[in-house]
């Protein structure tokens, strides 16, 4: 385990739905990332939250809407998805220290079918 | 555009072969990592080398940073088959933030 659970593991979809992914870190790290991996695709960075504050939105349609409110918590809410928004999503958090230092601790990730 | 492409895509082995992979990345980096993800699973992080350093070892891996050609390398020796997986490398740029960009891996399978 690497301190980074996601809930729920698997989620199945209509487009008209609206659902909310959530992550939880129990390392104390003050950044936190949304990323979402499509088979044969590099893994996309969503979005990024430092001490609670977005500095990254990676033009994220708006369908997704990230909220983070504490250092530990970060969730990913869902509405009006499409078929192609099926994917592998991906939380992680780090110390938040910068200069590419950080190790990235993952979750085990939310696998999403959009029907 | 994409920072960090591994090569091979795929790569099978067998159990007790060295198994290597390469990453080429485009822009200037102060750090490269290497992660490894079991199927469906997160990602987990193995070794980060700095752009001063020219080789670093951990355990049974060895990774390598050209930062003239801009490319750095893992070696995993002596396979198991508890090492098949997808492995990535991971840059970071030279502008600060804790941004990293991820290659499309390499899916590594060690037969017995």
């Known amino acids: 385990e690497t301190g980074v659970t996601q809930t729920p593991r698997h989620l199945v979809m209509g487009m008209t739905n609206k659902k909310s992914l959530k992550c939880e870190q129990h390392?104390?790290?003050?950044?936190m990332y949304w990323y979402k991996q499509s088979a044969k695709k590099p893994l996309e960075l969503m979005f990024v939250?430092?001490?609670?504050?977005?500095?990254e939105n990676n033009s994220v349609p708006s369908r997704f809407s990230p909220e983070c409110p504490n250092s530990s918590h970060l969730f990913l809410h869902l509405h009006t998805l499409q078929p192609e928004d099926s994917a592998l999503y991906l939380c992680?958090?780090?110390?938040?220290?910068?200069?590419?230092?950080?190790?990235?601790?993952f979750g085990p990730g939310t696998r999403l079918t959009v029907l | 555009s994409q920072q960090g492409e591994e090569d091979p895509q795929a790569l099978s082995i067998q159990e007790g072969e060295n198994a290597t992979m390469n990453c080429s990345y485009k822009?200037?980096?102060?750090?490269l990592q290497w992660y490894r993800q079991n199927s469906g699973r997160g990602l987990v992080h193995l070794i980060l080398?700095?752009?001063?350093?020219r080789e670093k070892h951990s355990g049974r891996l060895r990774v390598t940073l050209d930062t003239s050609k801009k490319s750095s390398s893992l070696l995993i020796t002596a396979s198991r088959a508890a090492d098949t997986a997808s492995y990535f490398c991971?840059?970071?740029?030279?502008?600060?933030?804790?941004?990293?960009?991820f290659g499309t891996g390499t899916q590594l399978k060690v037969e017995l």
């Open positions: 992680a958090s780090s110390q938040g220290l910068g200069g590419g230092t950080d190790t990235q601790y």
């Open positions: 390392l104390g790290h003050n950044a």
């Open positions: 939250y430092n001490f609670k504050e977005q500095t």
């Open positions: 822009t200037s980096i102060n750090n």
């Open positions: 080398i700095r752009s001063n350093e």
């Open positions: 991971a840059t970071d740029g030279t502008g600060g933030g804790n941004k990293l960009t």
